[in-house]
């Protein structure tokens, strides 16, 4: 069994950049997709960003031109660029990584935009 271990949440200033990193407690899954997902206070999580091991990336309007993720497949790590940020972005960013067969996901990094 795989964890995924998030850091990089906190609270920054609308306008503000944060990067978040996601990695696997251990290697060699070579995971299909991985990518981020996020719930706000009372809202259904939904999806940010999501990247193949090779392929392009797959955004979400909402963060097309300021969030960026990439991949480091060597070491199954997964990271969330994200700039200029907005208050509608504050959220619990979960990160996520799939196989054929499992669906793994971090526990949950809490991201705050206010001033």
């Known amino acids: 069994q795989v964890q995924l271990v998030e850091s990089g949440g906190g609270l920054v200033q609308p306008g503000g950049s944060l990067r978040l990193s996601c990695v696997a407690s251990?290697?060699?899954?070579?995971?299909?997709?991985m990518g981020w997902y996020r719930q706000a206070p009372g809202k259904q999580r939904e999806l940010v960003a999501t990247?193949?091991?090779?392929?392009?990336?797959n955004y979400a309007d909402s963060v097309k031109g300021r969030f960026t993720i990439v991949r480091d497949n060597p070491k199954d790590t997964v990271y969330l660029q994200m700039n200029s940020l907005k208050p509608e972005d504050t959220a619990v960013y979960y990160c996520?990584?799939?196989?054929?067969?499992?669906?793994?996901w971090g526990q949950g990094s809490q991201v705050t935009v206010s001033s």
């Open positions: 996520n990584a799939k196989t054929n067969e499992d669906d793994f």
């Open positions: 251990r290697s060699g899954f070579s995971f299909d997709v």
């Open positions: 990247k193949g091991r090779w392929g392009s990336p």
